[in-house]
């Protein structure tokens, strides 16, 4: 499965944006989805990670309650809705696909997305 992930940009502490992830060429509704980033410099962080049927939503603790994960299966397509935005909260993020059972927020995911930069200034 390919995976191409948009949305981001420059955006100043406290704003939203709206990351997008459009998968092709797999069965997109039997994967779980997820969300990662990577601080330059650091190693690449779990963020967030949806069901194949949206039943659960998985969140690294510190993103709860200002990130939101979702998909719609009709378009092949996840999302990741950042608010309160930080400027911690830049780096690029990338969109992944099909973990091992259970290691939802591992790093382990069968197909990744080139990333999307995010910048929060101050």
């Known amino acids: 499965v390919q995976l191409q992930a948009s949305g981001g940009g420059v955006v100043q502490a406290g704003d939203s ?8 060429g797999g069965t997109f509704n ?7 980033r990577q601080i330059s410099g650091k190693e690449r962080e779990f963020v967030a990670a949806i069901s194949w049927a949206a039943y659960r939503t998985y969140y690294k603790e510190s993103m709860k309650g200002r990130f939101t994960i979702s998909r719609d299966n009709a378009k092949n397509a996840v999302y990741l809705q950042m608010n309160s935005l930080k400027p911690e909260d830049s780096a690029v993020y990338y969109c992944a696909a099909d973990p091992p059972v259970g290691a939802e927020f591992g790093p382990n995911y069968g197909y990744w997305g080139q990333g999307t930069q995010v910048t929060v200034s101050s």
Do not use: K, P, T
Not at 17 to 24: E, Q, Y
């Open 30 to 36: 039997r994967y779980v989805m997820g969300w990662f």
């Open 17 to 24: 944006l709206r990351l997008s992830c459009a998968a092709s």
